[in-house]
């Protein structure tokens, strides 16, 4: 079993950065890999990043590469999403989300990950 917490959401500026994080535990959790999603009410669920357990391979969603950056702390189990230059449109409750490879999470396999409780961050103009 992979547990996961979430932490740093808030309430934010256009423009401003917001770093959230992802405390992993649970067996072989160092070994997962670990991605984020976010969700709006009534819209489904977007893939956002995802990092392999060893932290070589990054993915992110589409439109996103380039504000946002995810990264992990093996050592610490953390996996953390740095958001830059925030918009409107990047509110949304974010989930950290662990597999066994970053496969199923760029598919967006719900059933086969573990996620975490979800962190609101809300983005004002």
């Known amino acids: 079993q992979v547990h996961l917490v979430e932490s740093g959401g808030g309430l934010v500026q256009a423009g401003d950065s917001l770093r959230l994080s992802c405390a992993v535990s649970g067996r072989t959790s160092s070994t997962y890999a670990m991605g984020w999603f976010r969700q709006v009410p009534g819209k489904e669920r977007e893939f956002v990043a995802t990092?392999?357990?060893?932290?070589?391979?990054?993915y992110y969603g589409d439109s996103l590469k380039g504000r946002f950056t995810i990264s992990r702390e093996n050592v610490k189990n953390t996996v953390v999403l740095q958001m830059n230059s925030l918009k409107r449109e990047d509110t949304a409750v974010y989930y950290c989300?662990?597999?066994?490879?970053?496969?199923?999470?760029?598919?967006?396999?719900?059933?086969?990950?573990?996620w975490g409780q979800g962190t609101q961050v809300t983005v004002s103009s």
């Open positions: 990092i392999s357990g060893s932290g070589m391979s990054t």
């Open positions: 989300a662990a597999a066994s490879s970053t496969s199923p999470i760029r598919a967006g396999s719900g059933s086969s990950l573990y």
